[in-house]
């Protein structure tokens, strides 16, 4: 009779041991398993009852086990299940940033795959999402027309300089009708006295010319102080200009500079003319 006693009680003993451990395990969560990083494109958001959701993801870094570079995937909760999910465990709440992604977010996460044949349904953990940088500006040409002086003196040559400059953080593609990519104006008085292309053979050839981001493109030419007619301009004040001659480029490129050809120094002395008989003039 004591013998039977004491095997009853070492076998409620047992079952309370077990019992309690079985309590133990059931009140701290079991730490989520490792997995590998990504980082991906949210394609496709389908939300279930909260805090579960279903991601359509693309890869920006290649994801070994995958069966493509688009993969489905879910936020992995450790411990409850469907809506009953312990989200004072960090781990949840990182898992839970998930439920609130929309589609064209990246994101960085950890990676694993469900069950221990890889297939394409993953989970995700430690969800994080990137900051957007600011969508790249567009292209934009920025004209420089310079003179290497402001004035000069009558018949002095006028060095020209017209820039274009791409200050956008995209390329962008010039197209030319023919062997002309620039055209230069100088007017007197809103008169044009003189134009770069008047007179010129240019070839009829199409051409495009890509202008990256930050390049620029240098045009280097010179003005005799002549008209169109080859005559010499008098002094006076003169409004250079330039611009691109790329299809619809041409208001947006369109700069001026303004110069002052001055007249003779009165106070210097005349050249004397050569005489009939070989010599010189005589100071009168």
Do not use: H
């Given at each position: 009779?004591?013998?039977?006693?004491?095997f009853?009680?070492a076998?409620v003993a047992g079952?309370?041991?077990?019992?309690?451990?079985?309590?133990?395990a059931a009140?701290?969560?079991s730490?989520?398993?490792?997995?590998?990083?990504?980082?991906?494109?949210v394609?496709?958001v389908r939300?279930?009852?909260?805090?579960?959701?279903t991601?359509?993801l693309?890869l920006?870094t290649?994801?070994?086990?995958s069966?493509?570079q688009?993969?489905?995937?879910?936020?992995?909760y450790?411990?409850?299940?469907?809506?009953r999910?312990?989200l004072?465990?960090p781990?949840?709440v990182?898992?839970?940033?998930?439920?609130?992604?929309m589609?064209?977010?990246?994101?960085?996460?950890?990676?694993?795959?469900r069950?221990?044949?890889?297939?394409?349904?993953?989970?995700v953990r430690q969800?994080q999402?990137?900051a957007?940088s600011s969508a790249?500006?567009?292209?934009?040409?920025?004209?420089?027309?310079?003179?290497?002086?402001?004035?000069?003196a009558l018949g002095?040559?006028?060095?020209?300089t017209l820039?274009v400059?791409?200050r956008g953080d995209?390329p962008?593609q010039l197209?030319?009708a023919n062997?002309?990519?620039?055209?230069l104006?100088v007017?007197r008085?809103g008169?044009?006295?003189?134009?770069w292309?008047?007179?010129r053979?240019?070839?009829?050839?199409?051409a495009t010319?890509t202008l990256?981001?930050g390049d620029t493109l240098?045009f280097?030419e010179?003005?005799?102080q002549l008209?169109?007619?080859?005559?010499?301009?008098p002094p006076?004040?003169?409004?250079v200009?330039?611009w691109?001659?790329?299809?619809?480029?041409r208001?947006?490129t369109?700069?001026?500079?303004?110069?002052?050809?001055l007249?003779?120094?009165?106070d210097?002395p005349?050249?004397?003319?050569?005489?009939?008989e070989?010599g010189r003039?005589a100071?009168?």
């Open positions: 009779m004591l013998r039977n006693t004491r009853r009680r076998v079952c309370l041991a077990v019992s309690a451990v079985r309590c133990n009140a701290v969560p730490a989520a398993p490792a997995g590998r990083g990504i980082e991906a494109r394609v496709a939300r279930g009852p909260f805090p579960n959701v991601l359509t693309v920006l290649p994801l070994p086990g069966t493509g688009t993969i489905t995937a879910e936020p992995l450790v411990g409850g299940s469907g809506k999910r312990d004072s465990i781990a949840n990182m898992s839970l940033a998930a439920y609130y992604l589609p064209g977010d990246r994101i960085t996460a950890v990676a694993l795959p069950g221990r044949t890889p297939t394409a349904t993953w989970y969800v999402r990137i957007m790249p500006r567009p292209a934009t040409l920025q004209t420089e027309l310079t003179t290497n002086k402001a004035s000069y002095e040559p006028v060095a020209i820039s400059t791409n995209l962008v197209e030319f062997a002309q990519k620039f055209e104006t007017t008085k008169r044009e006295v003189w134009r292309s008047a007179g053979m240019l070839a009829q050839v199409l010319i990256g981001p240098t280097q010179e003005w005799n008209d169109n007619d080859g005559d010499r301009v006076g004040d003169y409004t200009a330039g691109l001659t790329a299809k619809g480029r208001e947006m369109r700069t001026t500079a303004d110069i002052r050809i007249p003779p120094n009165i210097e005349e050249a004397r003319l050569p005489n009939a070989g003039e100071d009168k």
